[in-house]
């Protein structure tokens, strides 16, 4: 009885729109209330012990490490920095937003972070050049996904903590899918904008401009290799990446370019507090659910039944795709990877899947779930800033999705995509 009460508490907690962490701390209860084996001191123990953990400690860093970059003059300077490099093509505007998003995913570790700080910078910029503004949110929704996939990642750093996996491992993997994925949607934009007409930027810069805004966009573009260069140099742990991100976005933003001002340090820290704790209730509420179902056998009767319909690797991996892109529609992307993880990481294994390539589908695939309604918090963030109803940048966003789709089927099914950079550091 206990299975099906704890799956329908769920659903109709998110039916009655129940915030995803209290959602979840609430079928937990019940399942516990009705297992005669455990009582609710399990609901406070796990929910203490999710979060006790060195590698979880990454999460809330990188959380305010985005806050600082946003704030800090980084994403400008990186918008400016792309704009030189790539405004001028045809589709150039699109162009630097995508490239924008990447640069900047590879500092801030969340999607909506990057749609936040790009998004509201390029948006208006596009309009104003002659761009569809449903089209420019969807393409900047889309490449905002990037965040999570480009390292460093949040979701990466809870795969790695609920399945056991090298950590460093996931961020150095996520690097060629996420540009990738990238590349197919500067290729995507450059055809829908060739047919629509949409030019690149008609200034032209001289050798002086161009020296200038890259030279003072070079504290921006360094942090990347700082971060992933002490990870894989050995000289620091992912967790303490996380923290040296904190301490450069502050001298950065407040000594370097001195876009943060000290009255500025109270809000910045109060959001990165806000949107951490929000995470952390959701971590140990999916925590406690998790154990729940596997206390109940859950994740072994799954694997058996998905192994007794077929044996085929291409089909089970398939399956899995497809579950995940449903779940990536509906449930948040933590509270998946925590859940679904354990669940789902013994069936690939079984067909020879690595837990790194693993958890790099399965980041790919909630990725997409960022723009996919109903729960898609980055067109949310989108519509915000276009003042657009997410109806039609859901509909603008239908080809950028196709193609990102496409792209998960080629780094599913070709595992050295992934796995090719974490070879050669072994």
Known sequence: MVTPLLFTTLVLCLFLTVPIGVALGLAAL???????TMDLTFLARTLVTA???FPIMAVPFFILAGELMSRGGISIRLLSFARVLF??????????AIAACMFFSALSGSGPA???AIGSLMIPSMAENGYDKSYSSALVACAGSLGVIIPPSIPMVVYGVAVGASIGALFIAGIFPGILIGVALIILNYFISRKAGYRGDPHVYT??????????AKWAAFMPFIILGGIYGGIFTPTEAAAVAVAYGLLVGMFVYRDIKLKDLFGIFSGAALTTATIMIILGAASAFGRILTLEQIPVRLSNWILSLTNSKILILLIINILLLFVGCIMETLSAILILAPILLPIAESIGVDRVHFGIIMVVNLAIGFVTPPVGVNLFV????????????????????????????FITYIPEISLFLPGLMK
């Open 30 to 36: 019940v399942g516990i209330l009705m297992s005669p």
């Open 207 to 216: 050798t002086r401009e161009r020296f200038s805004i890259l030279w003072d």
């Open 87 to 96: 405004g001028k093509y045809t589709g150039g505007f699109g162009f630097v």
């Open 51 to 53: 979060s006790d953990s």
């Open 114 to 116: 990057t749609v936040a």
């Open 382 to 409: 989108a519509c915000g800033i276009a003042k657009l109803p997410i109806e039609r940048i859901a509909k603008a966003a239908l080809k950028p999705l196709a193609v990102m789709i496409l792209v998960l089927m």
